[in-house]
């Protein structure tokens, strides 16, 4: 008796573990299953976000090369707006300088001819 209570005592045991792992394993596979789930929506989340990203890529090189025109363009108008600048201030300068010498070149001319009738008065 002995003998066959030892044998219950080990299958029941057996029939224990293998109850407890099976167990194990369906909450395992319950578990796998909620992550691979959570897996799956996280990658549609992904994709899309990834695809969007893509798009929004092309847009901002489009962008970015229309504001590069638009900035080298804006770069090309002040230059000519500065050498424009340059050349009317150099023009200014030059006129002015010109105006200077020749009212001066009047006001000499002028005192040389006062000179001459001034002389002429006195010599007489």
């Given at each position: 008796?002995?003998?066959?209570s030892n044998k219950c005592?080990?299958?029941?045991?057996?029939?224990?573990i293998?109850?407890?792992?099976e167990?194990?394993i369906q909450?395992?596979?319950?578990?796998m299953g909620?992550?691979?789930?959570?897996?799956?929506e996280?990658?549609?989340?992904y994709?899309?976000e990834k695809?969007?990203?893509?798009?929004?890529?092309e847009r901002f090189?489009?962008?970015?090369?229309?504001?590069?025109?638009?900035m080298?363009e804006?770069r090309l108008a002040?230059?000519?707006?500065e050498?424009a600048?340059?050349e009317l201030?150099?023009?200014?300068k030059?006129?002015?300088?010109?105006?200077?010498?020749?009212?001066?070149f009047?006001?000499?001319k002028?005192?040389?001819?006062?000179?001459?009738?001034?002389?002429?008065?006195?010599?007489?």
């Amino acid at each position: 008796m002995h003998y066959v209570s030892n044998k219950c005592q080990k299958n029941e045991k057996k029939f224990k573990i293998e109850t407890e792992v099976e167990n194990w394993i369906q909450r395992y596979d319950q578990d796998m299953g909620e992550r691979q789930d959570e897996y799956k929506e996280i990658d549609e989340v992904y994709t899309q976000e990834k695809t969007q990203l893509h798009e929004l890529e092309e847009r901002f090189k489009t962008l970015e090369s229309e504001y590069q025109t638009i900035m080298e363009e804006r770069r090309l108008a002040r230059e000519r707006r500065e050498a424009a600048e340059r050349e009317l201030a150099l023009m200014v300068k030059a006129s002015t300088t010109i105006q200077a010498f020749w009212r001066s070149f009047k006001v000499r001319k002028a005192l040389k001819a006062r000179k001459k009738k001034g002389g002429k008065k006195k010599k007489e």
